[in-house]
Nanobody, 128 residues
């Protein structure tokens, strides 16, 4: 059974930093895409950053240069370092995973559609 559990959310002031982590278990596809997504109240869920099993990363424009996605060596555990936070970054942050290739995603990109495995989310609040 695949499980994704996020941690590290909280409250930060604008300009501050937070680091999110996602513990992944039971996910065995060697070719995969994993990523972070967020949803603000009253808005659609949107992509933040993704990382493919071969190492390529992709970010939405609004977080480029401020957020860094990474995977822990030897595991599928996922991290998101968030610096220079802005109030617009407030929302529930989710990690997700999906196979790349046949039966899964064609491309690894920060688009929530097509991801089949999701965590429960962790709240991030940025105050001005």
């Amino acid at each position: 059974q695949v499980q994704l559990v996020e941690s590290g959310g909280g409250t930060a002031q604008a300009g501050g930093s937070l680091r999110l982590s996602c513990a992944v278990s039971g996910f065995t596809d060697s070719s995969h895409c994993m990523g972070w997504f967020r949803q603000a109240p009253g808005k659609e869920r949107e992509g933040v950053a993704v990382i493919a099993s071969y190492g390529t990363t992709s970010y939405v424009d609004s977080v480029k240069g401020r957020f860094t996605i990474s995977k822990e060596t030897g595991s599928n555990n996922l991290n998101l370092q968030m610096d220079s936070l802005e109030p617009e970054d407030t929302g529930m942050y989710y990690c997700a995973a999906e196979r790349l290739g046949k039966g899964g995603l064609l491309l690894c990109r920060p688009d929530p559609s097509g991801f089949g495995y999701w965590g429960q989310g962790t709240q991030v609040t940025v105050s001005s």
